[in-house]
């Protein structure tokens, strides 16, 4: 039976740890992602691989025999300003990113809504994006939340826009909350997002090639672009890529110069610029710039850092 009331606490208690919004989906809505799974992997057949090194998407019900419910909770990032200059090379999302070690606060929040949950008796699992404390597909799981919608980039937006992180949870309760998102769908002749891609990769709508996806090549991909591919198809991008949601119409009206300042990045912005980033140690990367990528480059993973960087700086004067 659904409990209501413990629907109401939880969305009251993810808003006061510091959460934009919260939803709660049966943990059957997770089904479908299965066959949509399989769907992405037959209109872009490379895209498989990818799908398995990320995880067991999939398979939330197979880890989580227990589980009846899944709770999915988002977190603006545009409250939060970014450096003009970081611009079109560090991926917001990364670098703004409150799962970063660099950002205690609302770890802390995350914290107080997990132990709010056990201290209510309630079974909970998840909370991260990636791994195993991540519980599978969070843009569906958004979507059948009424969080947001999926526009034809692949972005999850809510009325704030695509620069969104999510975190999601399964619990041991029945439960439901559901939201109406109040959203207008992508026009039909709209392909600004398609026509800004550097790489190529965004085929069609909602039609994606994660292995030729500039934020993959800069990150799990070490920086190597697959064979043909050419050197300016990463365009000016270090760690990470915007491309397609910095040309969306539903973003542009965000002004980065405004908001919180990100803890330390404005005192690292000038040690980012790529000429500089290029001849920055080991030690440094590790400590200074690694911690800002929300998991995507490892310690031990800095020369991809710089092997984009270079490329950054190549293409920059080409252009
Ligand atoms: S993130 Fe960049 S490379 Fe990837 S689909 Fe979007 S614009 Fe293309
Ligand atoms: S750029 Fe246009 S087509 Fe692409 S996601 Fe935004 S509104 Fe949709």
């Known amino acids: 039976m659904n409990d209501s009331v413990l629907a109401k606490e939880i969305y009251d208690k993810a808003v006061s740890c510091g959460f934009d919004n919260c939803g709660i989906i049966p943990i059957d809505d997770m089904d479908r992602f299965e066959e949509y799974f399989q769907e992405r992997k037959k209109a872009v057949p490379s895209s498989a691989f990818f799908y398995e090194a990320v995880g067991d998407l999939a398979g939330i019900k197979r880890r989580f025999p227990w589980a009846k419910s899944a709770i999915v909770c988002s977190f603006w990032l545009g409250r939060y300003q970014f450096p003009a200059s970081l611009q079109g090379r560090y991926a917001k999302g990364f670098f703004l990113s409150p799962g970063n070690e660099t950002r205690r606060d609302f770890?802390?929040?995350?914290?107080?809504?997990?132990?709010?949950?056990?201290?209510?008796?309630?079974?909970?699992?998840?909370?991260?994006?990636?791994?195993?404390?991540?519980?599978?597909?969070?843009?569906?799981?958004?979507?059948?939340?009424?969080?947001?919608?999926?526009?034809?980039?692949?972005?999850?937006?809510?009325?704030?826009?695509?620069?969104?992180?999510?975190?999601?949870?399964?619990?041991?309760?029945?439960?439901?909350?559901?939201?109406?998102?109040?959203?207008?769908?992508?026009?039909?002749?709209?392909?600004?997002?398609?026509?800004?891609?550097?790489?190529?990769?965004l085929k069609g709508p909602y039609t994606m090639s994660p292995l030729e996806c500039v934020s993959f090549l800069t990150t799990f991909g070490k920086g190597a672009l697959p064979p043909g591919m050419d050197d300016k198809a990463s365009a000016t991008w270090i760690c990470g890529c915007d491309a397609c949601q910095d040309a969306c119409p539903y973003n542009r009206r965000h002004d980065w110069s405004v908001g919180e300042a990100y803890p330390g990045l404005e005192e690292l912005e000038s040690e980012l610029q790529p000429k500089k980033l290029l001849?920055?140690?080991?030690?440094?990367?590790?400590?200074?710039?690694?911690?800002?990528?929300?998991?995507?480059?490892?310690?031990?993973?800095?020369?991809?850092?710089?092997?984009?960087?270079?490329?950054?700086?190549r293409n920059q004067s080409a252009s």
Not at 156 to 178: A, H, M, N, P
Not at 301 to 309: K, N, S
Request: proline share 5%; hydrophobic share 30%; net charge neutral.
């Open 107 to 201: 770890p802390d929040g995350r914290e107080q809504f997990e132990t709010w949950l056990a201290q209510r008796g309630v079974r909970c699992e998840g909370g991260g994006q990636f791994g195993h404390l991540s519980i599978g597909p969070l843009r569906h799981a958004a979507v059948a939340a009424g969080i947001g919608i999926i526009r034809k980039n692949n972005f999850l937006y809510t009325e704030k826009g695509s620069f969104i992180e999510l975190t999601g949870y399964v619990i041991d309760r029945e439960c439901e909350l559901r939201h109406t998102p109040n959203l207008k769908p992508c026009a039909e002749q709209c392909n600004l997002c398609q026509k800004s891609c550097p790489s190529g990769a």
């Open 279 to 313: 001849r920055q140690s080991d030690e440094f990367l590790r400590k200074n710039v690694v911690p800002y990528t929300s998991c995507h480059v490892t310690p031990d993973e800095t020369e991809t850092l710089r092997v984009c960087a270079e490329r950054s700086v």
